[in-house]
């Protein structure tokens, strides 16, 4: 029997954390127990000051995530569904995850596991990545977030176009119409995003917090209403302790020490 702590492992590397879907054998598929111990560490990292900025990826160099468990979907009726998707998802926590969340797409990101990484703040792909949301082609459509942050991205013509297809497309693809937002050689990705993680990780969680939950009202709310926010969200900051040290450091010439408060 396979210990559910193995499906999804965590490695903490300085302030970062990474977070990593462990089923290589089934190309990182998202299944029921998987799903739930990602939730379960996720949450531990939320509460973990030590931890700045989670990276998730998944084992191996075949696959990031390659969708869901379509296994789980057989003999299972509506109401299960229904049921399974109106439980907390793993979609959900990332987005609303209040540190900085980088995707590390290492290679076939499909389905659940595009809307995963569409969930994360930032994309980083491989060369060798492919992306796409082929839920069509079994007669379903994307029940993770695909249809609603897909076009945020992309625009609505080109989510129409990936999601009417089932279409993948390439890293580079993916590249020039938004969807990842670098593309580097596989050789080159987890250096490349430990590298982009470390930086973030320097700066201060106060003020991360605060600019994550602005962005996302970005494009969420009215322009009016997300401004007031962002002037609401600009006070909390400049009353931080990092305020205070990261003024002190401009004016001495010297790096910031951000302690979070």
Known sequence: MTDTNDLVLCDIDGRVAVVTINRPDKLNALDGPTRQRFLDL?????????????????AGDKAFIAGADV???????????????NEPTIFDCVDEFPKPVIAMLNGFTLGGGCELALACDIRIASTKAKLGQPE?????IPGGGGTQRLPRLVGM????????TGQIIKAD?????????????????????MELAGVIAEKSPVALQLMKQA????????????????????????????????????????PADFKGR
């Open 136 to 140: 069509i082609n079994l007669g379903i």
């Open 215 to 254: 962005v996302r009202a970005s494009v969420r709310a009215p322009l009016d209403e997300g401004l007031r926010l962002e002037t609401t969200l600009f006070g909390v900051a400049f009353a931080s302790e990092d305020k205070t040290e990261g003024v002190a450091a401009f004016l001495e010439k010297r």
């Open 173 to 193: 693809e993916a590249l020039r119409i938004g969807l990842v937002d670098e593309v580097v050689p596989p050789e080159e990705l987890r250096d490349r995003v």
């Open 157 to 164: 013509g080109m989510a129409y176009k990936l999601l009417f």
């Open 42 to 58: 996720m949450n531990e990292l939320r509460h973990d000051d030590g931890v700045r900025v989670v990276v998730v990826t998944g």
């Open 71 to 85: 296994g789980e979907f057989e003999g299972r009726s509506a109401v299960d569904q229904y049921r399974v998707m």
